[in-house]
């Protein structure tokens, strides 16, 4: 049975946090999430002046209301509620991962190409 996707979150997102994974860190990222239900996210992150990037990739779908990503290279899955407080934001709250604390949440924004909606 292939996963549910909610077509709202397809296409490409960035966001950033600082001081939620690990302290003096600042993270960037821009996210496809592909109709297929795939992903690759590239992150940005700045500590003490140092810039190190890294592309991840990975599943995605939906289930009972909430939103999972499964990363390939770490083989975890993270889980977390998500909410549309605008038409072009979706707002984040961690349910449950390895790599997160249980406080972690941040808010994604729709990116468009040549400033036009997709």
């Known amino acids: 049975m292939p996963n549910k996707i909610d077509q709202k979150l397809v296409g490409t997102w960035k966001g950033n946090e600082t001081d939620q994974q690990i302290n003096g860190v600042s993270k960037y990222w821009v996210l496809t999430r592909f109709p297929d239900g795939t992903f690759s996210i590239m992150f940005n992150m700045i500590k003490d002046c140092k810039v190190t990037s890294t592309v991840e990739t990975g599943q995605w779908w939906i289930e009972d209301g909430k939103y999972y990503e499964l990363h390939f290279y770490s ?31 941040f808010i994604d924004t729709k990116v468009f190409v040549n400033g036009e909606e997709e």
């Open 75 to 105: 083989g975890n899955t993270d889980i977390y509620t998500y909410s549309f407080p605008s038409k072009n934001s979706v707002k984040y709250k961690i349910v449950d991962s390895s790599m997160v604390g249980e406080t972690y949440e």
